[in-house]
């Protein structure tokens, strides 16, 4: 069982940036693919970036490579997605989640779901 708290949304100027983290609780985060997905209003979750335990492997939606960085640390239970350079088409409410798979790149491999943090780019 993993329980996981989204943190540090907000609103941004367009070309800014924010760094999310998502606290986890519940011995199975050490070995957890974590994920970082987003869902604006009136369209269907989107897949983000993904995280192997070991963080030898990164995987990110084409969108967003080269601007966004996930990351994690085992020791704190946490993971962190880096968003540089934010469009305002990236306005959506963004959610860590956590998979018992070595790899997991769409919503429904994901059991463990974080409550969301609302990101906000706009001038």
């Known amino acids: 069982q993993v329980h996981l708290a989204e943190s540090g949304g907000g609103l941004v100027q367009p070309g800014g940036s924010l760094r999310l983290s998502c606290a986890a609780s519940g011995r199975a985060f050490e070995n957890s693919f974590m994920g970082w997905f987003r869902q604006a209003p009136g369209k269907e979750r989107e897949f983000v970036a993904g995280?192997?335990?070991?963080?030898?492997?990164?995987y990110y939606t084409n969108s967003v490579k080269d601007r966004f960085t996930i990351s994690r640390d085992n020791t704190k239970k946490t993971v962190y997605l880096q968003m540089n350079n934010l469009k305002p088409e990236e306005t959506a409410v963004y959610y860590c989640?956590?998979?018992?798979?070595?790899?997991?790149?769409?919503?429904?491999?994901?059991?463990?779901w974080g409550q969301g943090t609302q990101v906000t780019v706009s001038s």
């Open positions: 989640a956590a998979s018992n798979l070595e790899r997991a790149l769409t919503w429904d491999k994901y059991p463990y």
């Open positions: 995280l192997t335990w070991n963080s030898d492997g990164h």
